[in-house]
């Protein structure tokens, strides 16, 4: 229903179909800071039916809403068959900076919320962006790359990694909404859309709509930059392009596992470079490997939208070199790509059903040549995802690997931006990970038992790791004297003091009668295995978990000077667009 | 002398019977050739087998309920339910189990033996959704 028909009418008497119990809630939330320009949806939920609308009044800045002519207002009497009413405005936008008071009115009770509008200089500093993602990347993982890459030797590392070298620095907070604890769509939404969200969310605040999508929505990075600029974007990843992080870029709605409405609204949208895994959602479901739960080809889609469209290395490189192209698909398995230590050292978990999944590096290298044929500039997203899908499961050795390829691709990005000084490079955790180095571990050590051989003060000593090659990786993982690595949450499992060569840890597995995660008895026999009892929820505690620990963050280049102190993650979305002047 | 020819005929016939009612074994690895990304094909064997009873060797992944006629067969033992988890997706090499009669689930680590009538390709469960490209009709499982 149509709230200016609902309300054409002005003397309309008030009626609640109950007495209302609580005051409305309303989105976006109080203290948002919201681009100059940039569009969202208003949504006031009012704890009660409204049957005659009189007596409501939504106001902003003491204009009634309606009057605005901003946005399309929608009056939902009875919300998802509910005795509830809500007021939607879609797609409003404001453009003169400042702070902004909404006040709804159902007759009874009043709410009001204050948002700060915030322009941006008119003239860009940056061409491009480049926000480099290490998922869940902590101190430790950070730390551990550098001493496996860069080597130690009495106490002062041979050389740095190309993030140290980056000039701004800031600690990030990550918490969401609803929770101190944040997960990877939520921050990430933060990075892309400016505003905080719940668990889950990508591109919504989280109302009481019943059905994900139905949630008041904010403009994307990437819409914004497709609306309002002529530059391209990129989106590329190792994990799945429908998985979180990436999907952050295009995506409204309140459940990342709705991949299938992802990969679709990522069409919608049309990144011009789109790198990554997650082939399984492109496939109508008749194809074997398919995961979709319908017949939409997103290949035949893009391949008929002009992508060149690349499933190996070798394809995307090629795909790249071609002068002739400015977008490019590369989907490079069907769902998340293979770690660096798998891929290049290992050959463990799927690297040999996909032997030709591209190097990170490859894949930002490609993604640069194809977008900097733009002339008006690009704004790129990077994600190293698997640094949080192997800490999950406590297989510190494989994210640190990955940590070390993320200082790589990093690397590609600074020979790029080198001198031209039109380039923000900015490179970040989303959240994360309970993880310490507190030592080494020794097998020539005497000791009963595999803790009896753990190093630490003076008996640590370094790790025997060999020289780094010459893409900074140790070739041997499992060495004599190895970094003694610990989580600090966990769920029961058994701690083996080692690399796992085989395949990914896999600490815990569901009891299927308590229903509480207890240790996979894989890794009972593993030689000094020791079991650990876990320190999480025995019922939901399946993997280690997010922790609410700053994030660090670091820039380099024009409009990077303002990454420093302490900042909201919601912030360095407004860095991205004070940079590109996106709020002009 | 008749009566060990009976006995003879019996135990020939005994295994013959055995020969025919013993389902075909059938591994993870021999569901699927990647050619490539966008070239995932089943194998020769796995559309030989469609409709025929097979044997698989695996483990229950986390079911829904403490007690159902449904669960996923998986290559490894499952860390995650995937039913319970926003985050967690399946693994593209899963067998969708449909029991004969209703079971107790067993513990995800310990493998099982399921026995079945092999289904091939993509159907969607009216009931819970789930997507599947291969399931096990009428199937039974034991303990290894």
């Known amino acids: 229903m149509n709230f200016r028909l609902l309300c054409g009418a002005a003397a309309l008497a008030l009626g609640m179909a109950a007495a209302p119990v609580a005051a409305q809630t309303i989105y976006p939330i109080d203290r948002a800071s919201i681009l100059a320009g940039s569009k969202f949806d208003l949504k006031v939920e009012f704890p009660a039916m409204i049957i005659n609308a009189v007596g409501m009044r939504v106001t902003l800045n003491g204009q009634d809403i309606l009057q605005t002519g901003n946005g399309n207002p929608t009056f939902i009497q009875a919300e998802d068959g509910k005795l509830v009413s809500s007021l939607v405005v879609r797609d409003m936008s404001l453009s003169t900076p400042g702070t902004y008071t909404l006040q709804a009115s159902d007759g009874t009770n009043t709410k009001s919320v204050t948002w700060d509008v915030y322009a941006t200089p008119a003239n860009p500093v940056a061409k491009n962006v480049i926000l480099f993602i290490g998922d869940g990347m902590s101190v430790a993982h950070v730390t551990a790359a550098r001493i496996l890459s860069r080597q130690v030797v009495e106490g002062k590392y041979k050389s740095k990694l190309t993030i140290d070298s980056f000039p701004q620095m800031a600690t990030i907070g990550t918490s969401g909404v609803d929770s101190v604890i944040t997960d990877s769509a939520n921050s990430a939404h933060a990075y892309t859309t400016g505003h905080k969200s719940t668990t889950n969310a990508l591109g919504v605040y989280v109302s009481r709509a019943a059905v994900n999508t139905a949630h008041p929505r904010v403009e994307t990075l990437a819409e914004i930059v497709k609306r309002k600029t002529s530059k391209s974007v990129g989106v590329v990843t190792n994990t799945e392009i429908e998985d979180a992080t990436p999907a952050s870029m295009t995506s409204h709605t309140r459940s990342r596992s709705d991949y299938d409405i992802i990969v679709e609204q990522q069409y919608n949208v049309r990144p011009d470079v789109i790198l990554g895994g997650g082939a399984a959602n492109f496939l109508p479901k008749s194809a074997p490997g398919s995961r979709r739960a319908d017949d939409q080809d997103f290949i035949a889609k893009y391949r008929a939208a002009g992508y060149p469209v690349a499933t190996t290395v070798g394809e995307m490189q090629a795909a790249a070199a071609n002068a002739g192209n400015t977008k490019l698909l590369g989907l490079f398995h069907l769902s998340n790509m293979d770690g660096v230590l798998d891929r290049k050292f290992l050959k463990a978990n799927t690297v040999k059903t996909y032997p030709q999944q591209p190097d990170l590096t490859e894949q930002v290298k490609a993604a640069i040549d194809v977008l900097s044929r733009n002339p008006n500039g690009f704004v790129l997203m990077v994600e190293s995802g698997l640094i949080d899908k192997f800490s999950h499961p406590l297989d510190w050795e494989r994210a640190v690997y990955d940590t070390i390829m993320l200082d790589n691709a990093v690397k590609v990005a600074v020979d790029y931006a080198g001198n031209r000084n039109d380039t923000l490079i900015m490179v970040m955790p989303d959240h994360t990970h309970g993880i310490n180095i507190v030592g080494t571990v020794d097998d020539a050590r005497t000791g009963e038992q595999m803790r009896d051989k753990i190093g630490v003060y003076q008996d640590a000593g370094y790790p025997n790791y060999p020289a780094p090659n010459a893409e900074n990786y140790p070739e041997k993982v499992d060495v004599t004297k190895r970094l003694a690595v610990f989580f600090n949450n966990f769920p029961d499992h058994y701690e083996t003091f080692r690399p796992k060569l085989d395949a990914t840890f896999n600490p815990a597995v569901q009891d299927p009668v308590s229903k509480f995660y207890v240790a996979n008895q894989k890794y009972k026999d593993v030689p000094g295995a020791m079991l650990r009892t876990g320190n999480l929820p025995r019922a939901t505690g399946s993997t280690g978990v997010h922790t609410a620990d700053d994030g660090i963050a670091r820039g380099f280049g024009p409009g990077s000077d303002q990454l420093k102190g302490f900042v909201e993650n919601t912030e360095i979305f407004r860095i991205m667009a004070t940079a590109l002047a996106l709020g002009r | ?144």
């Open chain 2, 1 to 144: 002398m008749g009566a060990r020819v009976a006995q003879v005929a019996a135990l020939l016939l005994a295994l013959t019977v055995t020969a025919q009612a013993l389902p075909a074994p059938l591994g993870f690895s021999e569901l699927y050739v990647v050619q490539g990304v966008l070239d995932v094909r089943f194998t020769d064997k796995v559309r030989k087998l469609d409709g025929e009873t097979v044997r698989v060797k695996g483990f229950m992944a986390p079911p829904l309920k403490a007690e159902s006629d449904f669960f996923v067969l998986s290559k490894e033992p499952m860390m995650v339910c995937p039913f319970c988890s926003s985050a967690a997706s399946w693994p593209l090499d899963i067998i969708v189990v449909h029991l004969d009669a209703r079971a107790e689930p067993v513990d995800p680590a310990t493998p099982i033996m399921v026995e079945g009538r092999l289904e091939v390709g993509h159907w969607v469960d009216p009931k819970t959704g789930f997507v599947s490209q291969l399931r096990l009709r009428g199937a039974k499982f034991r303990e290894l």
